[in-house]
Nanobody
Framework: QSQLVESGGGLVQPGGSLRLSCAAS????????IGWFRQAPGKEREGVSC????????KYADSVKGRFTISRDNAKNTVYLQMNSLKPEDTASYYC??????????????????WGKGTLVTVSS
């Protein structure tokens, strides 16, 4: 069964860090561009960051630039999102999604091929 599984979420204080992982099984992640998206309660899903299939193109939402870093290890079939200097407004469920497209896709309405079930990030003191 082909799927994406996110991990690494949790409760962290403002200013803290977390690293999210997105692991693929049942398919080769290296052929896919990966996006990280988030959705806070009562808000629409938004794109956070994306990385092209070979890692040559990376995009970030303005709200996370300079604080979040996306990376991928195709040998491990995994993509990461390093989140530093976390703020309460980063609180949300974070989802990764894959599309068989070499280009980076940051739109949450794009027809992605796979979505994970999400991992919850809570930033609170």
């Amino acid at each position: 069964q082909s799927q994406l599984v996110e991990s690494g979420g949790g409760l962290v204080q403002p200013g803290g860090s977390l690293r999210l992982s997105c692991a693929a099984s049942g398919f080769t992640l290296g052929y896919y561009a990966i996006g990280w998206f988030r959705q806070a309660p009562g808000k629409e899903r938004e794109g956070v960051s994306c990385i092209s299939s070979r890692g040559r193109s990376i995009k970030y939402a303005d709200s996370v630039k300079g604080r979040f870093t996306i990376s991928r290890d195709n040998a491990k079939n995994t993509v990461y999102l390093q989140m530093n200097s976390l703020k309460p407004e980063d609180t949300a469920s974070y989802y990764c999604a894959a599309v068989e497209n070499p280009l980076c896709v940051l739109s949450p309405t794009y027809a992605m091929d796979y979505w994970g079930k999400g991992t919850l990030v809570t930033v609170s003191s």
